[in-house]
T-cell receptor
Framework: KQEVTQIPAALSVPEGENLVLNCSFT??????LQWFRQDPGKGLTSLLL?????REQTSGRLNASLDKSSGRSTLYIAASQPGDSATYLC?????????FGSGTKLNVKP | GAVVSQHPSRVICKSGTSVKIECRSL??????MFWYRQFPKQSLMLMAT?????????EQGVEKDKFLINHASLTLSTLTVTSAHPEDSSFYIC?????????FGQGTRLTVV
């Protein structure tokens, strides 16, 4: 069964720092990997989707990479802002369903 | 991106009553929708996969008679929590897929008193 782990569980950084969130998964036979953002008490907002054949995706200050063979993905956030404070979830998808990590709670201090 | 609307966002109900949660894909058709449950400070747990026009597929350990799922159209799936008890209190989130990407509703905070 696929298991997804996210490290660190929580991260606090000063505004302006660049940071990296990590996601690892045990089964490399994935269809795609998606990064989400969740604000307290809210649903999930899709940030980036990486297909299994791709190695990275970029959107604005966000860059996500995927190394299927090692079972790892990273989400890089450049020039962090207080508005980036949220919980970040990664999810890997096999043919049928998503498997979620437990998330990294990010706090960006002004 | 595509929009998934979930209603209600919050509901408080008495123990023993039933509660219905709706999930709509507003600008696309979704042949498959997913229902998740999220406990405080934990990740999402898949409860069931809902396919339009057919019975839902439930994950192991999820009571299908307690969590009734109906996917009556390509834009609407409903989750009914029957005979709710306080332990059913949780955050429920639906998801719909278009192409390779999944989009999520805003979630429903259910409190059973």
């Amino acid at each position: 069964k696929q298991e997804v782990t996210q490290i660190p569980a929580a991260l606090s950084v000063p505004e302006g720092e660049n940071l990296v969130l990590n996601c690892s998964f045990t089964d490399s036979a994935i269809y795609n990997l998606q990064w989400f953002r969740q604000d307290p008490g809210k649903g999930l907002t899709s940030l980036l989707l990486i297909q299994s054949s791709q190695r990275e995706q970029t959107s604005g200050r966000l860059n996500a990479s995927l190394d299927k063979s090692s079972g790892r993905s990273t989400l890089y956030i450049a020039a962090s802002q207080p508005g980036d404070s949220a919980t970040y979830l990664c999810a890997v998808k096999d043919f049928n369903k998503f498997y979620f990590g437990s998330g990294t709670k990010l706090n960006v201090k002004p | 991106g595509a929009v998934v609307s979930q209603h209600p966002s919050r509901v408080i109900c008495k123990s023993g009553t039933s509660v219905k949660i709706e999930c709509r894909s507003l600008d696309f058709q979704a042949t498959t929708m997913f229902w998740y449950r999220q406990f405080p400070k934990q990740s999402l747990m898949l409860m069931a996969t809902s396919n339009e026009g057919s019975k839902a597929t439930y994950e192991q350990g999820v009571e299908k008679d307690k969590f009734l799922i109906n996917h009556a159209s390509l834009t609407l799936s409903t989750l009914t929590v029957t005979s709710a008890h306080p332990e059913d209190s949780s955050f429920y989130i639906c998801s719909a897929q278009t192409g390779p990407e999944a989009f999520f509703g805003q979630g429903t905070r259910l409190t059973v008193v």
